[in-house]
T-cell receptor
Framework: AQKITQTQPGMFVQEKEAVTLDCTYD???????LFWYKQPSSGEMIFLIY??????QNATEGRYSLNFQKARKSANLVISASQLGDSAMYFC?????????????FGTGTRLQVTL | AAGVIQSPRHLIKEKRETATLKCYPI?????VYWYQQGPGQDPQFLIS???????DKGSIPDRFSAQQFSDYHSELNMSSLELGDSALYFC??????????????FGDGTRLSIL
């Protein structure tokens, strides 16, 4: 069974600083995908970034980058130049192919608060 | 760009009533997923469909059923509602069968409250 662990229930970061949100995973599947989603207080789930298990390079999307260390089974999200609008809950998730689709298993999330 | 559309956004029901949640995936997306997120919890997978066929089933109660229609929209039917069913219900869609690297794009969710 797949498992995602996010050990930081809450994090604080000052505006314009960088912050790293931790995520470790456990799976026996050789092929998997790792995702980060942002959930603001309004509730919607926003896709941020994806990393494939066979990707050689770390994924980047604007201010978001994923620090993928396969041997350590970690997929940490780095947010550079934090903004007040980054305050939200962040979920790490792993995809698992089941049947003809891929379901996501989520971690428990990290609540990020950006301060002035 | 078009996103996943869910309706209604909010729904209030009483115990033992029924509810139907609707989901319209992103155009050309052929795979739909339903997730349930309880208060302060992470989303839990309920069920998925690919090309109108059920693909996988998670922790979905027997009181719930779902289907995907010919236009790819999906409906989650919930009966004999219980207080514990109060949650945020997400629909997500993606492109492609069983391709793990396709991101699932989520709708804004339906917030269901059971009184």
């Amino acid at each position: 069974a797949q498992k995602i662990t996010q050990t930081q229930p809450g994090m604080f970061v000052q505006e314009k600083e960088a912050v790293t949100l931790d995520c470790t995973y456990d799976t026996s599947d050789p092929s998997y995908g790792l995702f980060w989603y942002k959930q603001p207080s309004s509730g919607e789930m926003i896709f941020l970034i994806y990393q494939g298990s066979y990707d050689q390079q770390n994924a980047t999307e604007g201010r978001y980058s994923l620090n993928f260390q396969k041997a350590r089974k970690s997929a940490n999200l780095v947010i550079s130049a934090s903004q007040l609008g980054d305050s939200a809950m962040y979920f790490c998730a792993m995809s698992q192919i089941t049947g003809t689709a891929s379901k996501l298993t989520f971690g428990t999330g990290t609540r990020l608060q950006v301060t002035l | 760009a078009a996103g996943v559309i869910q309706s209604p956004r909010h729904l209030i029901k009483e115990k033992r009533e029924t509810a139907t949640l609707k989901c319209y995936p992103i155009p050309r997306h052929d795979t739909v997923y339903w997730y349930q997120q309880g208060p302060g919890q992470d989303p839990q997978f309920l069920i998925s469909f690919y090309e109108k066929m059920q693909s996988d089933k998670g922790s979905i109660p027997d009181r719930f059923s779902a289907q995907q229609f010919s236009d790819y929209h999906s409906e989650l039917n919930m009966s004999s509602l219980e207080l514990g069913d109060s949650a945020l219900y997400f629909c997500a869609s993606s492109l492609g069968p069983g391709v793990s690297n396709q991101p699932q794009h989520f709708g804004d969710g339906t917030r269901l409250s059971i009184l």
